[in-house]
T-cell receptor
Framework: EAQVTQNPRYLITVTGKKLTVTCSQNMNHEYMSWYRQDPGLGLRQIYYSMNVEVTDKGDVPEGYKVSRKEKRNFPLILESPSPNQTSLYFCASSLNGANVLTFGAGSRLTVL | GNSVTQMEGPVTLSEEAFLTINCTYTATGYPSLFWYVQYPGEGLQLLLK?????DKGSNKGFEATYRKETTSFHLEKGSVQVSDSAVYFC???????????FGTGTRLKVLA
């Protein structure tokens, strides 16, 4: 089954404790992206990647890092999480950046 | 820059009522337009899309027409069901960019 898999689905952590949210797709898609969803703000893009070793900032990249060492994986790294990063995070992929996006189920992160 | 504006919710309707969710956009060139739907506890999934002016996207009884003259892509359904209760996002993918822009989402609640 074609899918985007994110882990963990739920996480509660404390300020400053580094964490990684993994994202993997099995569709051989070139394009992958991370979004955060906050009430009243819709989805905002954090980072995206057009291919292996090619990443670029979205609208809200501060406090986040990404890497794309393999085509299928695109982890989101919070080096020093803060409470304002409490949010619902989605990973998505598509054949290229202009095509239909396939989303993961989401990862709800709470930073205390 | 590109932007998407959609009507604020929540929208509450009775079963079998007519639905319209307004969406307007600002973009240079000829973007592709999308409606995504998010059911409770799930990621977003594509509902319908249109890639050029006057195209009509349709799926599951929902329709939207790409109107370049009014820069709009309004979502309509003739008779909503309880199972249509979800959050609906209008989005665009700009020409020559790899960036999706999402609206803030409109929550629809359908009462039996």
């Amino acid at each position: 089954e074609a899918q985007v898999t994110q882990n963990p689905r739920y996480l509660i952590t404390v300020t400053g404790k580094k964490l990684t949210v993994t994202c993997s797709q099995n569709m051989n898609h070139e394009y992958m992206s991370w979004y955060r969803q906050d009430p009243g703000l819709g989805l905002r893009q954090i980072y995206y990647s057009m291919n292996v070793e090619v990443t670029d900032k979205g609208d809200v990249p501060e406090g986040y890092k990404v890497s794309r060492k393999e085509k299928r994986n695109f982890p989101l790294i919070l080096e020093s999480p803060s409470p304002n990063q409490t949010s619902l995070y989605f990973c998505a992929s598509s054949l290229n950046g202009a095509n239909v996006l396939t989303f993961g189920a989401g990862s709800r992160l709470t930073v205390l | 820059g590109n932007s998407v504006t959609q009507m604020e919710g929540p929208v509450t309707l009775s079963e079998e009522a007519f639905l319209t969710i307004n969406c307007t956009y600002t973009a240079t060139g000829y973007p592709s337009l999308f409606w995504y739907v998010q059911y409770p506890g799930e990621g977003l999934q594509l509902l319908l899309k249109a890639t050029k002016a006057d195209d009509k996207g349709s799926n599951k009884g929902f329709e939207a027409t790409y109107r370049k003259e009014t820069t709009s892509f309004h979502l309509e359904k003739g008779s909503v069901q309880v199972s249509d209760s979800a959050v609906y996002f209008c989005a665009l993918s700009g020409t020559g960019t790899y960036k999706y822009i999402f609206g803030t989402g409109t929550r629809l609640k359908v009462l039996a």
